[in-house]
């Protein structure tokens, strides 16, 4: 079972903590990410996608997901703008949940916690001040 905190100060230190954490997930996993407007839940994303060669990373708030091909297919949700769990139903969630070809990612995840997988990395991103951010990742299974 993964667990890890760690502060960072830097948008280096964000790339390194998401790069690394690159190498603990697979094809199949499931990654929700939490934390306020502007913590870095996008950068975060973008960093680790670097690791399979996928530079066109950009926040999915409003075409819901974006998915992204290089060494690993990128699932990549933003349930920010959502109003209706009906809504992801309605462009196909369950199937990209589900791919095991594919590393997914949902931002916001909290919002529509009745349709995500139990089983699941959750990384929470907390303002420590303007500069710091604590990064929290927990396997849950």
Same mark, same amino acid.
């Given at each position: 079972?993964?667990?890890?905190?760690?502060?960072?100060?830097?948008?280096?230190?964000?790339?390194?903590?998401?790069?690394?954490?690159?190498?603990?997930?697979?094809?199949?996993?499931?990654?929700?990410?939490?934390?306020?407007?502007?913590?870095?839940?996008?950068?975060?994303?973008?960093?680790?996608?670097?690791?399979?060669?996928?530079?066109?990373?950009?926040?999915?708030?409003?075409? $819901?997901?974006?998915?992204?091909?290089?060494? !690993? +297919?990128?699932?990549?949700?933003? &349930?920010?703008?959502? @109003?209706?769990?009906?809504?992801?139903?309605?462009?196909?969630?369950?199937?990209?949940?589900?791919?095991?070809?594919?590393?997914?990612? $949902?931002?916001?995840?909290?919002?529509?916690? !009745? +349709?995500?997988?139990?089983?699941? &990395?959750?990384?929470? @991103?907390?303002?420590i001040n303007d500069y710091k951010r604590k990064i929290n990742i927990e396997?849950?299974?």
């Amino acid at each position: 079972m993964f667990k890890k905190e760690i502060i960072v100060q830097t948008l280096a230190e964000t790339a390194e903590a998401a790069s690394e954490f690159a190498n603990v997930i697979k094809k199949g996993s499931v990654i929700t990410l939490t934390g306020n407007l502007g913590a870095g839940k996008t950068y975060f994303v973008k960093a680790l996608c670097k690791k399979y060669n996928i530079l066109n990373v950009s926040s999915p708030s409003f075409a $819901i997901v974006n998915t992204y091909s290089g060494k !690993e +297919i990128v699932h990549h949700f933003d &349930f920010y703008r959502i @109003i209706s769990v009906n809504e992801l139903y309605d462009i196909g969630f369950e199937e990209y949940i589900s791919d095991e070809e594919a590393v997914v990612f $949902i931002e916001w995840a909290e919002l529509f916690e !009745e +349709i995500i997988p139990k089983k699941r &990395f959750q990384i929470n @991103i907390d303002f420590i001040n303007d500069y710091k951010r604590k990064i929290n990742i927990e396997e849950r299974k």
